[in-house]
């Protein structure tokens, strides 16, 4: 009886915490978060650091573009490493020449003539070795010799101009002048800053008033089914996400491409808003606060085809 009741008690007490822990994430996730969506091949990718969001980024975490498998590297077969030295070379294949015979002799019955023609045998091997050894070593000795031993540390440059150019220093050479990239290669302008903040706004104050067709004006398909799944969500919880005066504070280029697909830029962005969550059969707020402004600072990506309006691609909390 004791430990029926037990067990009814700690089933009774599991059900709790996980009913309060559910509430809790219901809370926290009733506001659109970042962290989703598509920056087209650079998905995957973290972005460059700007002064608004001056941390790294981690790369969008829920998205519907395939991430590509790494290749593996072929493998290649390994060759048999030479053994160094006299014995594992040209002389080594003399000395076993010259002991295999004097076996074959000794089986056969004239061996190696007794110890005399032994210790004979030997020292001929010695001299011989000896002797290829010395030739061996000064052909090493020539060849490893560079051409211009002592020269300044110098580069020319191209097209047939002597004019000599110090090299550069501390590894950064050809390699990493090959990595280098221009982050804003679209040339972002002031009119496209523009439409990014008003586009910033649109898209809070739709999602806030649970708007879908403008939603689905200003962002992608993939884009509006991920805020289309959280509004559903929050709905399904008995709650609703107010958002008002959005106002941007501070924002600058992260990185702009092309791609076949369009035109990307990634933007970093701190602004401000009054964002609160309530009840709907109540009217009770449930997270945040009506009357107080916060901040928030996240990377937004925005796409466009030629000839066409931007639109809201991804979005990544900084």
Not at 75 to 95: K, N, T, V, Y
Not at 97 to 114: A, I, K, Y
Not at 116 to 127: D, I, N, P
Not at 189 to 206: C, S, W, Y
């Amino acid at each position: 009886m004791f430990t029926t009741r037990g067990i009814r008690l700690a089933s009774i007490g599991a059900a709790l915490v996980v009913a309060f822990s559910m509430m809790t994430v219901d809370f926290a996730e009733a506001r659109m978060r970042g962290g989703f969506g598509s920056r087209g091949t650079r998905t995957f990718q973290t972005s460059p650091v700007t002064p608004t969001a001056p941390n790294t980024v981690a790369p969008v975490q829920r998205t519907m573009t395939p991430q590509a498998a790494p290749t593996a590297a072929p493998r290649q077969p390994m060759a048999a490493q030479p053994r160094g030295g006299f014995f594992g070379g040209f002389g080594g294949s003399l000395f076993r020449g010259l002991m295999f015979g004097g076996l074959l002799g000794l089986l056969f019955g004239s061996g190696f003539g007794g110890f005399g023609g032994l210790l004979a045998l030997f020292a001929q091997v010695l001299l011989i070795g000896g002797g290829i050894w010395l030739v061996m070593r000064m052909m090493r000795a020539s060849s490893a010799r560079p051409a211009m031993a002592g020269g300044p540390n110098h580069m020319y440059r191209g097209g047939g101009d002597p004019s000599p150019q110090p090299r550069p220093q501390g590894g950064s050479g050809s390699g990493n002048a090959g990595r280098r990239r221009n982050a804003d290669e679209l040339g972002i302008t002031q009119r496209d800053l523009d439409r990014f903040e008003t586009i910033l706004g649109q898209v809070q104050t739709a999602y806030g008033a649970e708007n879908y067709d403008a939603l689905r004006q200003l962002t992608t398909p993939e884009m509006m089914g991920f805020m289309a799944e959280q509004l559903g969500q929050n709905g399904s919880r008995g709650l609703r996400n107010h958002i008002a005066d959005v106002q941007l504070l501070q924002g600058d280029v992260s990185e702009s491409w092309r791609e076949p697909a369009g035109q990307y830029a990634t933007v970093a962005m701190r602004y401000s808003l009054r964002d609160w969550t309530v009840d709907r059969s109540t009217g009770q707020v449930t997270e945040g606060n009506a009357h107080e402004p916060t901040e928030a600072t996240e990377l937004w990506t925005f796409v466009r085809q030629a000839g066409r309006d931007w639109k809201l691609s991804a979005i990544q909390e900084a």
